[in-house]
C-alpha cells in the first residue's frame, strides 16, 4: 500500500531531530520542543531516543491506519512517533534476532504508562495473526487494566498514577509471534492502603468495587455503598474527573476473566478487597488492667466480626492478636500486651500486609496464564514502565527508593548512549573531543553501597540490638555521609548546612540528578522493617479462605522461622539490581516521557517546567553527543552486504577485505569525505542525510536489480517452456512411430500363424490316421492274446477247481466220522453224571433224615434237664427257708431298722453340713428339717449352733468394742420400748468425741481446761428458760463432770460435777430434749436444772447412766422417761410437757412458752 506522509525531513515543524537543529542552545531546544507541541507534534527524536510530550488530551495519531503506515519502514524515513520506535525494536527483534527493551522514563504523570500501552498495542497489530496468537495478545493486553485497578491511583500529579513498578517481557518466536509474557512489580506503595496524603486517592479497585459492583455482590461482600462508610477511604477527592468507576469495574472484571481468572478467584480477591475496608473500621479503645498499663480492646465487634466471616477466621484468634503480641525467643514463647496505639499499629501493618500480598499474588496469577507454552529459545522485548521520579512536599522511605530506581535507570541510560558512544568511538579510534556530562554513579553508590550507603544503614540500624528509631538512623547518617557531595543535613559535621533553615532537623536531603529532594526520616526504620506481628500472620494463617491461607505462609505454626525476614529495602535493592542486568543484556530503546504542565492540562506549556526536565534528563548532552559524533554506524561486513549492489565493483561479489569494500563504494558513490569516518571494525556515518541517500540509492538498484532479474527470469522460463515443447514432441512422435510398426507387425504375425496352423493341421491329420491304424493292429494282437490266455486259463481253473473239490470231500468225511464219535462220547458222560446225581441226592436225603432225629432228641434231653434244675433249686429253696425261719424272726428286723436310722442321719448331719447358714449372729437363716421325727434335733441343733457362732463373734471383741457394745446394751435396757427415738439411734455407732476436741486446734483452750479425760464432746442446744428458744453449746462429758461452753469462744460456761445429778428427765417422743436435775443445794443448782437438746440424745443419756453406775459412790443416775417433768428454773418449778404436733417440713421440734408454769415441747409425729 502506497502511504502518503511527510518524511521526517520534509516541512517539519520545527525540526523532527533535535540532532538537526541549529543553533544548539538550551533555549532553542526548549523553543523547538514548544513549537512542535503548539502544532500537537507530541514526539520529537534525538537520534533514536523519542522525547514525548504528555498531550492531556486525545490525540488522532493512533488510528490503525497510523499502525500500517509505520509499518515496516525505515527509523527515519517518517515523521516521529512512537511506532517508529516501536517498528524498529520489533523488527530488529524479529530480523536480527536481538533481545529488545524499552525503557520508559520520566515524572509521574509524564505518559510513561500511556506509552507503555501505545507500544504494546502497536506490536500487538503488526506482528502475527491467529486464533491461537490473538488469544495471548488478548491476555497479555487485558493485564493492563487488572493490574491499573489493583495498582493505580489518583496522586495530585497524576490521575491514574501507577503505584508500582512494572517491567514485562513479550515473548516471542522466530516468526516474530508472541507467545506470552512475565511481568515482574516493584514495591508497590503499601502505605497507602491505610493513608492517602490530601486530595489523593486510595487504589481504584476500592472506589470501582463499591460503584461497580451490584447490590447483591455488595451484599455477599458484607459492604455498603458509601464511601464514607469506610476508614481507608479519602473522602475529598473520592470522585475524579474522567474517571467512571462504575464503568471500569465491569471492565476490570471483563479484563481478569479473558486473562484466565476463575470465577471462585475473583470472588476470593474481592473478598480479600472488602477485608481490608473493613480492617480499617476496626477501632480500639484503651482498658485500664491493675498493673497500671492500659490494654487496648476493639471497640466495635461488629466490623471485626463481618470481617472474620468474610475471610473464615475465627474471630476471638484475631481479636486476641490485636490486645496481645507473641514474641518467641528460642525456646522461650511471652506474651505482651499492645496499648491501643500499638493495636491500630498491628491493624495498618496488617491491611498493608493483606493488600501488597494480594497485589503480587494476582501478578503472579496472570503470569500464570500469559506464561509462554513452548519451551524453545525465545526472543523477548521488555517494558519497563517504572514510577517517575518523585519530589513532594514531604517526601518519605517510598520516594527514597522510587528515586533510587530512577537514579539506576538514569545511571543505565548514561552507560548506554553517553558513555557507550564516547567508548565506542575511542575503541575505533574515531578522532573525538570529549563532551563533559554529569554521571550520577557516585549518587548511586551513596545510596547503594554495601558498607556506608544509605540503605546499608537503614538495614544495620533495623537489625541492630537496642532502641532503634529513625532519629538513630539520622544520626548514624549524619556521621557516615557527612562528607558526601550529594547529603545534606542540618546537624551532619559538615557546617555550610548548620545555618541553612529550609532543611529541618528531622529530615536529610540528597542531590538526585533531577533535582534535590528533601527527605523526613519519620518512619524509615518502621517502613523498612515491614514488621508484621506473627500473631497476626498465624491468624491468617488458619483462616479458612483458601487465597488467604497463601497469602500468609509463614504464619503455618509448622514452619516457625526466627529468621528475621529481609527488609524492604534490602528486597528492592536486590530486584533492582536484578533488573538492571536484565536490561544490559538486551538492545536499549528510550522514551523519555516529559510532562508539559502540572495542572494536567493541554495546550499548557510551563517552560520552567520543561526546561528542568530538560536538564535532568540530560537531553541536551545526549544531543550533542549525538551531533559530535555519528548518527549511524555499522560493522564493514553488513554494511557492505547491504549496500554492495550500489557499486560495479562490488556487485554481485566482493572478493577481498570488506572494509576495502567499503571504501571502494563510498569512494564509486562520491559520498563526501567528512559525512562518514572509518572506524577499526565499522563506518561511522555522521548525518542522517547520507543514511538517506543510501537507503535510496539502495532502493533505486534494487529496482533496477528487480527488473533484471525478472529479465533474466522471464527469459529463463520462455526457453525453459520451448525446451519443453519441442523435448515433447520427439517425444509425440516417437511414440507414433512405435505405434504404427506395432499395428503392421501384428497383422504380418496374425497371417503367418494363419498358414502355420494350416500346415499343421494337414500334417497332424496324417500322422493321426497312420497312428489310428498301428493302434488297431495293435488292439488285435492283444485281443487274441488275451482270448488264447483264458482259455489256458480258465483248463487250469476247471482242472484246480476238481482238486480242490476232492481235498473237501475227505475232509467232510473226516469231520462227520469225528462228528460221531464226539456225540457218542458225550452220551456217554451224561449218563455217567446223571447216575452221579441221584446217588448225592439220597445220601443227603438221609443225611437230613439223621440230622433231623438227632435234634429231637437233643432238644428232649435238655428239657429234661431243667426241669431237674428248677425242681432242685424248689427244693433247695424249701430246705434253706425251713432252716433259717427261726433266725430271720429273732434279729433281722431291727438290724435292718437301725441300719436305715443310721444311713438316714447320716445323710442328715452330712446334707446340714453343706447347707449351713453364715457365721453373721444376726442372720436368721436355718435349713429346712427333712423328717418330722428329727423336728426336737433340729431346733436343738440350731440353737447349738446360734450359740456357738455368738460366741465365735464375742470371741473376736477387743476391750473398746466390748465397751461400746457394753454401752449400746446399756442403751437398750434403758431405752428399748420405752422412748421413740430410741430404734433409730441402734445403728449408729456411738462416737463420743464428735468435736476431735483434742485435735481441733479452735478448742486447744478449751480442752486445756478440762483435767480428764473427755468421753463426749458434742454441740447440744441450751433452751433459754424465758423463750424456749435454743443456744449452741458445746457439752463436754468426763468421768467426774459436765461441762456446758461457748461454742464460738470455747469459754466454760457451766460445769457440773457428777455427784450433783440427781437425774436425768426425757420424753418418750422422738426428740432430743433432756433436762439435768441438779441436788438441791448444791453448788452447781444455783441457776437451776439445766434442759438441753442434743442430736445424739441416746448416746449422751447413755454415757451419763454409765458413768454415774461406775462411780465410786455406786450411786444410780435415774433416768425418768416420761412425756410431762418439772423442772427447777431458780425459784419456779416448770413443767416441761411434750405433745405430738403435726409432721412437718423439716421435722423441726418447736418449744414454746405457754405461760409461768409450763414449757410445751411440740414434736411432730415421727412417719
Ligand atoms: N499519548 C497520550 N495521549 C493522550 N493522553 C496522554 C498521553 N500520555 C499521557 N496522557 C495523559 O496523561 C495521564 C498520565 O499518564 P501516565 O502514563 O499515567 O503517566 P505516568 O505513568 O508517567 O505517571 C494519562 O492518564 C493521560 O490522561
Ligand atoms: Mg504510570
Known amino acids: 500500500m502506497e502511504v502518503k506522509t511527510k518524511s521526517l525531513l520534509d516541512n517539519m515543524i520545527g525540526v523532527g531531530d533535535m540532532v538537526l537543529l541549529e543553533p544548539l542552545s538550551e533555549d532553542s531546544f526548549i523553543e523547538n520542543l514548544r513549537k512542535r507541541f503548539d502544532h500537537n507534534e507530541i514526539y520529537t527524536y534525538i537520534g533514536s531516543v523519542v ?109 491514574n498514577s501507577s503505584r508500582f513498578g512494572k517491567y514485562m517481557d513479550i515473548e516471542f518466536d522466530f516468526k516474530g509471534d508472541p507467545l506470552g509474557g512475565v511481568i515482574s512489580n516493584y514495591l508497590l506503595e503499601k502505605s497507602r492502603v491505610v493513608k492517602q496524603p490530601r486530595g489523593e486517592r486510595n487504589f481504584h479497585i476500592f472506589y470501582q468495587l463499591l460503584s461497580g459492583a451490584s447490590d447483591d455482590t455488595l451484599k455477599k461482600l458484607k459492604l455498603e455503598r458509601d464511601f464514607s462508610k469506610y476508614n481507608y477511604l479519602s473522602l475529598d477527592s473520592a470522585v475524579v474527573n474522567g474517571l467512571d468507576d462504575a464503568t471500569s469495574f465491569r471492565t476490570v472484571r471483563n479484563a481478569m476473566q479473558i486473562v484466565g481468572f476463575m470465577e471462585d478467584e475473583v470472588q476470593s480477591v474481592l473478598e480479600l478487597v472488602a477485608a481490608v475496608l473493613k480492617l480499617g473500621n476496626i477501632e480500639f479503645k484503651p482498658e485500664s488492667r491493675c498493673n497500671g498499663t492500659d490494654e487496648s480492646r476493639v471497640k466495635d465487634k461488629n ?117 557507550e558512544e564516547q567508548e565506542e568511538y575511542i575503541r575505533e579510534g574515531i578522532e573525538w573531543t570529549n563532551i563533559e556530562y554529569f554521571n550520577n554513579a557516585i549518587i548511586c553508590d551513596l545510596i547503594e553501597n554495601h558498607q556506608n550507603g544509605i540503605l546499608a544503614m537503614l538495614d544495620e540500624e533495623c537489625l541492630r540490638p537496642g532502641t532503634v528509631t529513625d532519629e538513630t538512623f539520622l544520626d548514624k547518617l549524619n556521621t557516615v555521609c557527612a562528607e558526601h557531595q550529594h547529603f545534606e543535613s542540618r546537624s551532619s559535621k559538615n557546617s555550610k548546612f548548620l545555618t541553612d533553615h529550609s532543611l529541618p532537623h ?102 520552567s517546567l520543561v526546561c528542568h526536565q530538560v536538564r535532568y534528563l540530560g537531553l541536551m548532552e545526549n544531543v550533542r553527543v549525538r551531533r559530535a559524533g555519528y548518527a549511524f554506524r555499522q560493522a564493514y561486513e553488513p554494511c557492505l552486504e547491504r549496500y554492495k549492489m550500489l557499486c560495479k565493483r ?53 529496482q533496477d536489480l528487480a527488473t533484471l532479474i525478472q529479465k533474466i527470469y522471464r527469459g529463463w522460463k520462455c526457453r525453459t517452456h520451448f525446451l519443453l515443447l519441442k523435448k515433447s514432441q520427439i517425444v509425440v512422435a516417437a511414440w507414433y512411430r512405435r505405434y504404427a510398426q506395432e499395428k503392421k507387425y501384428l497383422k504380418i504375425k496374425r497371417a503367418t500363424t494363419v498358414v502355420q496352423s494350416y500346415t499343421r493341421g494337414w500334417q497332424a491329420r496324417k500322422l ?96 429234661r434237664k431243667h426241669a431237674v434244675a428248677v425242681i432242685w433249686a424248689y427244693w433247695k429253696g424249701l430246705k434253706v427257708r425251713r432252716e433259717y425261719r427261726k433266725f430271720f424272726r429273732a434279729n433281722a428286723g431291727k438290724k435292718i431298722y437301725n441300719f436305715t436310722i443310721q444311713r438316714i442321719m447320716q445323710k442328715y448331719f452330712l446334707g446340714l453340713k453343706s447347707t449351713l447358714p453364715s457365721m453373721s449372729p444376726i442372720d436368721k437363716n436355718w435349713p429346712v428339717r427333712p423328717y418330722i421325727f428329727l423336728d426336737g434335733v433340729h431346733t436343738e441343733l440350731r440353737r447349738i449352733f446360734h450359740l456357738w457362732r455368738c460366741k465365735k463373734y464375742r470371741s473376736r471383741f477387743t476391750e473398746e468394742k466390748k465397751a461400746v457394745y457394753e454401752e449400746k446394751l446399756e442403751a437398750s435396757e434403758l431405752f428399748k420400748d420405752k422412748k421413740a427415738l430410741y430404734p433409730s439411734s441402734v445403728s449408729q455407732p456411738f462416737k ?154 423439716g421435722n423441726g421440734v418447736s418449744c414454746k412458752r405457754k405461760n409461768n408454769r409450763l414449757l410445751e415441747v411440740s414434736v411432730p409425729a415421727s412417719a
Open 51 to 159: 522525547i514525548s510530550m504528555n498531550p492531556y488530551k486525545s490525540m488522532l495519531i493512533y488510528s490503525p491506519e497510523k499502525v500500517e503506515e509505520y509499518r515496516n519502514r525505515n527509523f527515519y524515513e517518517l515523521s516521529p512517533h512512537i511506532y517508529a520506535l516501536a517498528d524498529e525494536a520489533y523488527r530488529s527483534l524479529r530480523d536480527q534476532d536481538k533481545d529488545q527493551c524499552i525503557l520508559i522514563t520520566g515524572e509521574s504523570g509524564a505518559g510513561k504508562t500511556e506509552a507503555s500501552k501505545l507500544v504494546m498495542s502497536y506490536v500487538a497489530a503488526v506482528c502475527g495473526k491467529g486464533q491461537e496468537v490473538n488469544k495471548v495478545k488478548e491476555q497479555l493486553l487485558q493485564s493492563n487494566p487488572v493490574l491499573e485497578a489493583f495498582g493505580n491511583a489518583k496522586t495530585v500529579r497524576n490521575d
Open 303 to 419: 466490623d471485626l466480626k463481618e470481617m472474620c466471616e468474610l475471610l473464615g477466621i475465627e474471630q476471638s484468634v484475631l481479636e486476641r492478636a490485636f490486645s496481645y503480641r507473641t514474641v518467641e525467643a528460642k525456646l522461650e514463647k511471652v506474651s505482651t500486651t499492645l496499648n491501643v496505639a500499638q493495636a491500630y499499629y498491628a491493624r495498618d501493618a496488617l491491611a498493608k500486609n493483606l493488600y501488597s500480598r494480594l497485589f503480587s499474588w494476582i501478578v503472579t496469577r496472570i503470569n500464570e496464564s500469559i506464561k509462554a507454552q513452548a519451551k524453545t529459545r525465545h526472543k523477548v522485548m521488555g517494558v519497563l514502565d517504572i514510577y517517575g521520579f518523585e519530589i513532594f512536599d514531604d517526601n518519605s522511605f517510598e520516594q527514597f527508593i522510587i528515586n533510587y530506581c530512577n537514579e539506576k535507570l538514569q545511571q543505565i541510560f548514561i552507560e548506554l548512549t553517553l558513555r
Open 506 to 607: 528531622s529530615c536529610f536531603r540528597i542531590q538526585h540528578y533531577a533535582g534535590k529532594v528533601l527527605y523526613r526520616v519519620e518512619g524509615f526504620v518502621d517502613k523498612n522493617n515491614d514488621l508484621l506481628y506473627r500473631d497476626l500472620s498465624q491468624a491468617m494463617y488458619k483462616a479458612n479462605h483458601s487465597l488467604i491461607k497463601h497469602l500468609f505462609p509463614e504464619g503455618n505454626p509448622a514452619k516457625v522461622n526466627l529468621k528475621r525476614p529481609p527488609t524492604a529495602g534490602f528486597q528492592f535493592k536486590a530486584s533492582v539490581g536484578t533488573l538492571m542486568r536484565n536490561l544490559q543484556t538486551k538492545n536499549p530503546n528510550y522514551i523519555r516521557c516529559i510532562k508539559p504542565n502540572d495542572k494536567k492540562a493541554p495546550h499548557i506549556f510551563t517552560e
Open 650 to 702: 562490488t556487485w554481485p561479489h566482493w572478493r577481498g577485505p570488506a572494509r576495502e569494500g567499503v571504501e571502494m563504494l563510498m569512494a564509486d558513490l562520491q559520498v563526501p569525505a567528512e559525512e562518514f569516518s572509518y572506524g577499526r571494525s565499522k563506518i561511522f556515518i555522521r548525518n542522517p542525510r547520507t543514511l538517506f541517500f543510501l537507503e535510496e540509492r539502495r532502493r533505486q538498484c534494487l
Open 768 to 863: 493321426l490316421r497312420e497312428l489310428k491304424h498301428q493302434k488297431r493292429c495293435k488292439e488285435a494282437v492283444t485281443t487274441i492274446a488275451a482270448y488264447w490266455h483264458g482259455t489256458q486259463a480258465r483248463m487250469e481253473l476247471r482242472r484246480l477247481k476238481q482238486e480242490v473239490l476232492n481235498k473237501h470231500a475227505v475232509t467232510v468225511i473226516w469231520a462227520y466220522w469225528q462228528g460221531t464219535k464226539a456225540r457218542r462220547e458225550l452220551r456217554q458222560l451224561k449218563e455217567a453224571a446223571r447216575n452221579k446225581h441221584a446217588v448225592s441226592v439220597i445220601w443227603a436225603g438221609w443225611q437230613g433224615t439223621k440230622a433231623r432225629r438227632e435234634l429231637r432228641r437233643l432238644k428232649e434231653e435238655a428239657r
Open 992 to 1145: 463420743g468425741d464428735y468435736l476431735e476436741i483434742s485435735k481441733n486446734p479452735k478448742y486447744q483452750k478449751l480442752n486445756s481446761s478440762v483435767d480428764e479425760k473427755v468421753l463426749l464432746a458434742d454441740v447440744v442446744n441450751k433452751i433459754n428458760r424465758a423463750n424456749g428458744k435454743g443456744a449452741t453449746r458445746i457439752l463436754l462429758l468426763t468421768k467426774k463432770n459436765v461441762v456446758l461452753a461457748d461454742q464460738k469462744t470455747g469459754q466454760v460456761k457451766a460445769s457440773v460435777a457428777l455427784p450433783d445429778l440427781t437425774s436425768v428427765s426425757v420424753s418418750t417422743q422422738n426428740d432430743g430434749f433432756f433436762a439435768l436435775r441438779l441436788k438441791e443445794g448444791s453448788a452447781s443448782a444455783v441457776k437451776g436444772d439445766f434442759l438441753l437438746s442434743s442430736e445424739h440424745l441416746i448416746e449422751t443419756i447413755t454415757k451419763l447412766h454409765h458413768i454415774g453406775s461406775a462411780g465410786s459412790d455406786g450411786e444410780q443416775l435415774n433416768v425418768d422417761i416420761a412425756d410431762e417433768f418439772l423442772v427447777q428454773f431458780k425459784q419456779d418449778k416448770v413443767c416441761v410437757k411434750f405433745i405430738q404436733g403435726a409432721p412437718k417440713n
